[in-house]
Structures are given as C-alpha cells and as structure tokens.
C-alpha cells in the first residue's frame, strides 16, 4: 500500500473540493444576473422623528445635563477602561 504524506493528501483535498464546486459555479455562471433589490428597514410613522412641538414640550431637564457633565469621567472609568474583564489594575494584583 502506498503511502502519501502530507502534502500530497491536501493537494489531492484541494483539488476535489475544487471539482466538487465545479457544477454549482458553471451553473451560477450561465444564469442570469440577478436584479439588486433595495431594502429600506420598516419604520413606524412618527418614531425617531420628533417635530419642533414635541421638542419644545419635552425639553431636557437642566439637572440631569448637569450630573452628566460632572460624572462623565466617573462614567467614563467604570464602562471604559475598568470594563474590560481581567484587564484593570485590581485584576492584576488579586489573580
């Protein structure tokens, strides 16, 4: 019995995976091209679009603007930089 090393057997792998695709790629290639479609995502009338009315009626309360701007770097370090798993300093030194 012959013996065949590695080489030879993905040679031989490539080529027949190569001819089994070779009747699905000759028959996608004589059909004819297909029509691009445009998808639009289906969007509910009045979501995401709010008029001038509704922005004046719903304005942002100044308090929570205010403890945004002053806690965007505590924010920042406890999603950010911290978030990663086994990635922050307390992580280093108890592993």
């Given at each position: 019995?012959?013996?065949?090393?590695r080489?030879?057997?993905?040679?031989?792998?490539?080529?027949?995976?190569?001819?089994?695709?070779?009747?699905?790629?000759l028959?996608?290639s004589?059909?004819?091209?297909?029509?691009?479609?445009?998808l639009?995502?289906?969007?509910?009338?009045?979501?995401?679009?709010?008029?001038?009315d509704?922005?004046?009626a719903?304005p942002r309360?100044?308090?929570?603007?205010?403890?945004?701007?002053e806690?965007?770097f505590?924010?920042?370090?406890?999603?950010?930089?911290?978030?990663?798993p086994?990635?922050?300093e307390w992580?280093?030194?108890?592993?």
């Amino acid at each position: 019995m012959p013996s065949i090393d590695r080489r030879e057997f993905c040679l031989a792998l490539g080529a027949l995976s190569g001819a089994a695709m070779l009747p699905t790629a000759l028959r996608a290639s004589a059909a004819p091209p297909l029509r691009p479609r445009t998808l639009r995502p289906p969007i509910a009338p009045g979501i995401g679009q709010a008029s001038a009315d509704q922005q004046v009626a719903a304005p942002r309360p100044k308090g929570k603007m205010q403890w945004w701007r002053e806690a965007r770097f505590g924010m920042f370090i406890h999603f950010g930089v911290y978030a990663l798993p086994a990635r922050g300093e307390w992580v280093q030194w108890h592993e």
